[in-house]
């Protein structure tokens, strides 16, 4: 039967009657897997981190973002698809965002873009949406950022911080944004934005309060062969699972146990059998 997709119009409906629930995927097992039970998925460019093993955000380029992009969206049918638009392809200038996001929405057919900036990049997100193009802000700790923080570390601690982070979020609003994206804040400045915009906010590292959550996958699944971050919380130990049964795989190939016969081709039967 035919699904219809979530659409960013359905995502902006989901504030004060729903919450939204939100990861990342990069690839198609584990898009598949996560379209049933989410509204959104994002194509996060924390792929550069989990995937690629980088360390930052910074290297990924907007070709590597489309792939995966792409294949999120060819293994989906349910899900609102949102890509990260890389580092360097949207600062700037709204017109080069433009572009770039452009390209990027003709490449992997996704619904609409993140960036990360404060109010600053405001006017591109209005040159964006006036164009046609969706626009999720991401405010607060932006990892792309990285250099500029110098490290990554929680966001809007002090009032005057928080102020700063309060304007950045109400002027993407005002801009058009559809959503914001708020990492790594105080809880009580997440439930403040939360409460004064009329647009959806998704916390990672913010507030239960947020009109919706999103985390890492592979921070939920045991993936990350590392320690979970404070904001996140472990639903399974996929990792232990997949070592387990790789263990497994190894060991009977060595002892020729695998492949058996039945996973052969054009075995002769033996003489009484069939
Ligand atoms: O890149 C990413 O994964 C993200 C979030 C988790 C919000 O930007
Ligand atoms: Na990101």
Known sequence: TEVKRISVPQLMAYKGEQKIASLTAYSAPFARLLDEHLDMILIGDSTAMVGYDMPSTLAITLEQMAAHAAAVVRSTRRACIIVDMPFGSYQESPSQAFQSA????????????????????????????????????????????????????????TDESAERIYNDALAHEKAGAFGLVLEGVAEGLARRITEDV???????????DCDGQILVTEDILGLTGGRIPKFARQFADVGALISQAVGQYAEEVRSGTFPALENCFGVKKQAGQG
């Open 102 to 157: 452009a390209r990027m929405l003709a490449l992997s057919g996704v619904a609409g873009v993140k960036m990360e900036g404060g109010a600053a990049l405001a006017p591109t997100t209005e040159f964006l949406v006036e164009r046609g193009i969706p626009v999720l802000a991401h405010v607060g700790l932006m990892p792309q950022y990285v250099n500029s923080m110098g490290g990554f570390k929680a966001q809007g601690m």
């Open 198 to 208: 009329s647009i959806p906010t998704i916390g990672i590292g913010a507030s239960p």
